[in-house]
């Protein structure tokens, strides 16, 4: 092989690297949504959590382990809620640039319920409501953010990125537009939740969450909870108790007994949406459909 020919090989095979797109990690399927679109066209980032897992108690594999040793970034809302991940986050991902959801200056962030708390995780929701991804104004803030983190740590695709999340917020603002349309109708109308994990929600679009029938998703209500619960129903005229696909739908059914309140679900994370970029605003999308279906009068 010719001396220059191979010069300008072993040129290329060393400057290759400089050219990779960096290897992100996200940790729950909606940011995993939101950084699969700044990233569409340049590469696909990582969901870290399956389907269905709970963020509030998780424990890592070995493959989950291996991924984040190898990430250039890890995009996570923070110890709030993914709080099995901050001391792999400082052992396994020690190199890994993190981009924490809470800490961005631009977030809104609710104050969080007093008494929530996970019993046997050994942590709390600090003084914040942690599920903050359901503000879509904080989503297109993390859209913002996400794209000049990986301008910075790819510039080769910077105006790529930039160009993908102006697309991404566009898009969120018309949604958001259609859904306080859809969900005027129904905003007087009182509802119960499975558990504290739709405020950011529900004040986006003006809607009343009367109650929520446990504060902690790990620890089911007892007896007494139940019966309190009913009584709420009773009291403030609620309509419908929101189970979780996650949790045991008999809790819902056994406030609602004799009451008249519809059951529906609500999955603040939308482990049944397939992953990808269409992914966050379809779960938007499904929980306004599931809140104004059953909050309607009957036909």
Known sequence: MPYRILISLLLLLVQLPLFAAPRVVATIQP????????????????????????????????????????????VWVGSGLEQFLAKPLRTLAAKADSLELARLDSIKLLAATPGHAHAGSGHDHADYDPHLWLDVGNAERLLAALAERLAALDPAHAETYRRNAQRRMAQLQRLDAALQRQLEPVQAVPFMVFHDAYRYFTQRYGLFEATALTLNPERPPGARAVIQARQQVSDLK????????????????????????????????????????????????????????CLSEPR
């Open 238 to 293: 609620v309509r419908c108790i929101f189970s979780e696909p996650q949790f045991e739908p008999g809790l819902a059914e056994a406030v609602a007994r004799g009451s008249g309140a519809r059951i529906a679900v609500l999955d603040p994370i939308g482990a049944a949406i397939p992953p990808g970029p269409e992914a966050y605003p379809e779960l938007l999308r499904r929980l306004a459909t599931a809140l104004s279906d």
């Open 31 to 74: 940011l995993h949504a939101l950084a699969a679109g700044v990233m569409e066209g340049v590469a696909e980032p990582q969901l870290l959590l399956p389907p269905g897992a709970s963020p509030h108690s998780y424990a890592l594999t070995p493959s989950q382990a291996q991924a984040l040793a190898q990430a250039d970034l890890v």
